[in-house]
Structure formats: structure tokens, C-alpha cells
């Protein structure tokens, strides 16, 4: 089971990492946030899915497996990194947030982190994914861009979600928070800004 691992080992934090539906661990968002999140006090564990590893070693595209072999499969990466006095919280983008959080529903973990959480597919408002973000039992944060076009600012200042759930936006961000040129930020800045949204929401939970 491959790994990139960032950050102190040793650390108190752990933040289990994962990929969106079609690019894997590898991915320089994922490079990007996992190292500017990790640190002395915070270890960060990239992994991935059972049919990314598929790609990876086939290099053929697939769609993503089914959410029950999703969950199945965090099972086993909640299993292999949860110890005692160790505050482990669960992450990734997009499809990655979407599970983790889904898991989080059933199981005990600290808390969630999704970064740009697909509440819709792409044109299909009408279709939401909710029960994960209105039902949250635990403490999630979600970084969402704001013109994401799985779920934007606008859609979503009526939805009501758990108050658990805190939901960040960063400036003009589409689905990968990368903001458009006019916008006078950078994605350089929106990452900076998403990583260290994380680190503070992380770094503040108690086992």
C-alpha cells in the first residue's frame, strides 16, 4: 500500500489525505497542500483508492469505484494509523472529502476535512450530496472555492448545513481553488491561505 508521507511521524496530528475522482496522490494540488499542511507538529498521510492504485499500475483510466467500496477501503487506512492519544482526522479533495466525510457519519474519527467538496455534479444543481455536511456529528471544514462549479457561493448560501460544519471560501476559486487572473489573487495565495485554514482547524482538536 503506497504512501507519501509529510510531515513528523511522531506527531499528535494526523491528517489522512485523499485524491479526487481522477487524479491520484501524486497530483500537484495534493503535493502542494499535503506539504505546506505538514509540519514538526502535524503528519500528513497521502493515500489512495483501491481503483487509483488500479490506474496507477495498469496506467489505464477507470471511474471510481462505488462509495461502499470507498468506505471499505478507509476502513482499512483509519485501522492502520488510529492509536491511542493520536487526534486523527480524515481529508481529501473532492471525491476524497466527499468520503471522508460519508465515513465519518458511522465511525468515530475527530474531525473531516474536504477541500472543495462536490455538493452537486457539475450542471446538475438539483442533484445535491447533503447528508454528509447537514447531518455531520463531528467537526468538519470545508474550503470551497467560490466559483466552484460543484457547489458556488451563491448555491450554497441557502443551504443549511450542520453546525458542526464550518465552510470557507477562498477568493474566486474554481474546483481546484485556482482563481481566475482578474481577480488580483493568486492560486499560489488561495492554496496558502486553504493549508493554513487547515493547520489552525487541525491543530486546535484534542484527541
Same mark, same amino acid.
Given at each position: $500500500?503506497m504512501?507519501?508521507?509529510d510531515?513528523?511521524? &511522531?506527531?499528535?496530528?494526523?491528517?489522512?489525505?485523499? !485524491?479526487?475522482?481522477?487524479?491520484?496522490?501524486?497530483?500537484?494540488?495534493?503535493?502542494?497542500?499535503? #506539504?505546506?499542511?505538514?509540519?514538526?507538529?502535524?503528519?500528513? *498521510?497521502?493515500?489512495?483508492? +483501491?481503483? $487509483?492504485?488500479?490506474?496507477?499500475?495498469?496506467?489505464?483510466?477507470?471511474?471510481?469505484?462505488?462509495? +461502499?467500496?470507498?468506505? #471499505?477501503?478507509?476502513?482499512?487506512?483509519?485501522?492502520?494509523?488510529?492509536?491511542?492519544?493520536?487526534?486523527?482526522?480524515?481529508?481529501?479533495?473532492s471525491?476524497?472529502?466527499?468520503?471522508?466525510? %460519508?465515513?465519518?457519519?458511522? &465511525?468515530?474519527?475527530?474531525?473531516?476535512v474536504?477541500?472543495?467538496?462536490?455538493?452537486?455534479? =457539475?450542471?446538475?444543481p438539483?442533484?445535491?450530496?447533503?447528508e454528509?455536511?447537514q447531518?455531520?456529528?463531528?467537526p468538519?471544514? *470545508?474550503? %470551497?472555492? #467560490?466559483?466552484?462549479?460543484?457547489? &458556488?457561493?451563491?448555491?450554497?448560501?441557502? =443551504?443549511?448545513?450542520?453546525?458542526?460544519?464550518?465552510?470557507?471560501?477562498?477568493?474566486?476559486?474554481? !474546483?481546484?481553488?485556482?482563481?481566475?487572473?482578474?481577480?488580483?489573487?493568486?492560486?499560489? #495565495?488561495?492554496?496558502?491561505?486553504?493549508?493554513?485554514?487547515?493547520?489552525?482547524?487541525?491543530?486546535?482538536?484534542?484527541?
Amino acid at each position: $500500500m503506497m504512501i507519501r508521507q509529510d510531515g513528523n511521524p &511522531n506527531a499528535r496530528h494526523y491528517l489522512l489525505l485523499a !485524491h479526487g475522482s481522477g487524479a491520484g496522490m501524486d497530483h500537484p494540488f495534493m503535493a502542494t497542500l499535503a #506539504e505546506a499542511v505538514a509540519g514538526e507538529d502535524l503528519c500528513v *498521510i497521502r493515500y489512495e483508492f +483501491p481503483y $487509483m492504485q488500479t490506474i496507477r499500475a495498469t496506467q489505464k483510466r477507470r471511474p471510481p469505484d462505488r462509495m +461502499p467500496r470507498l468506505l #471499505e477501503a478507509l476502513d482499512e487506512w483509519v485501522a492502520r494509523y488510529r492509536q491511542p492519544g493520536r487526534v486523527l482526522v480524515l481529508g481529501g479533495k473532492s471525491l476524497g472529502g466527499r468520503v471522508s466525510a %460519508q465515513w465519518a457519519l458511522e &465511525n468515530p474519527v475527530d474531525a473531516v476535512v474536504a477541500l472543495g467538496y462536490p455538493f452537486h455534479p =457539475v450542471g446538475k444543481p438539483d442533484r445535491w450530496r447533503l447528508e454528509p455536511v447537514q447531518q455531520a456529528r463531528v467537526p468538519m471544514l *470545508i474550503l %470551497q472555492g #467560490e466559483r466552484d462549479p460543484f457547489g &458556488n457561493r451563491q448555491e450554497l448560501s441557502e =443551504v443549511t448545513l450542520s453546525p458542526t460544519v464550518q465552510l470557507n471560501y477562498l477568493t474566486d476559486g474554481d !474546483h481546484g481553488l485556482k482563481p481566475r487572473k482578474a481577480s488580483g489573487v493568486t492560486e499560489a #495565495e488561495n492554496l496558502s491561505r486553504a493549508a493554513q485554514a487547515c493547520r489552525q482547524f487541525i491543530l486546535t482538536l484534542e484527541a
